[in-house]
């Protein structure tokens, strides 16, 4: 399963509301996590199951959609929030990730 | 808390084999149903799911990289390891692992990664 995700970066300003897409290859329900990724670290989950936080992830994220087309929204971006998002589907193996989008400051 | 901790050499030759561990921590790796899997990503570019080994010992991996890769796991040593041979440059990357939330897809725990470079 292909994921899509769009835009591949963008730039934004601190307290701006930011929204990135993911659209997958077939349906695959709600299957869908994102993921935040700092330079030189590892991914943190963020959202599971399209629209599901994870434990400690502010609430400022997140989560919408089903079936091919997902969004994970950022409702007032905060300094630490600039990184680079993936989305990942858990419909069938072999897992999936998008290929990411970079937010950057503005 | 579960820790995971990957290790091996950061340098590997073309034609060789990639040989790493990942060391858990805070967890028995043979306890609970958790399925312990191996990511990569190359240099600026995402991420890639190479394979998993569930705490009973079957492995599962990707089509595209199943023909070299071998995930095993050392219960003595809470431990589990990826072997990936006949390496090329193209296996150039971070290599992360990685344990899911016990649903077998999602990844709650991540090492840190290690970098491994195929070059003579």
């Known amino acids: 399963i292909q994921l899509t995700q769009s835009p591949s970066s963008l730039s934004a300003s601190v307290g701006d509301r930011v929204t990135i897409t993911c659209r997958a290859s077939?349906?695959?329900?709600?299957?869908l996590a994102w993921y935040q990724q700092k330079p030189g670290k590892a991914p943190k989950l963020l959202i599971y199951t399209a629209s599901t936080l994870h434990s400690g992830v502010p609430s400022r994220f997140s989560g919408s959609g089903s079936g091919t087309d997902f969004t994970l929204t950022i409702s007032s971006l905060d300094p630490e929030d600039f990184a680079t998002y993936y989305c990942q589907q858990l419909n069938s193996y072999p897992l999936t990730f998008g290929g990411g989008t970079r937010v950057e400051i503005k | 808390q579960v820790q995971l901790q990957e290790s091996g050499p950061g340098l590997v030759k073309p034609s060789q084999t990639l040989s790493l561990t990942c060391t858990v921590s805070?967890?028995?790796?043979?306890?609970?149903?958790?399925?312990w899997s191996w990511i990569r990503q190359h240099p600026g570019k995402g991420l890639e799911w190479i394979g998993y080994?569930?705490?009973?010992?079957?492995?599962y991996y990707s089509p595209s990289l199943k023909s070299r890769v071998t995930i095993s796991i050392d219960r003595s040593k809470n431990q589990f390891s990826l072997s990936l041979s006949s390496v090329t440059a193209a296996d150039t990357a971070v290599y992360f692992c990685a344990r899911d939330d016990s649903s077998g897809y999602v990844f709650p725990y991540w090492g840190q990664g290690t970098l491994v470079t195929v070059s003579s």
């Open positions: 805070g967890g028995s790796i043979s306890s609970g149903g958790y399925y």
């Open positions: 080994i569930y705490f009973s010992g079957i492995a």
């Open positions: 077939q349906g695959i329900s709600s299957y």
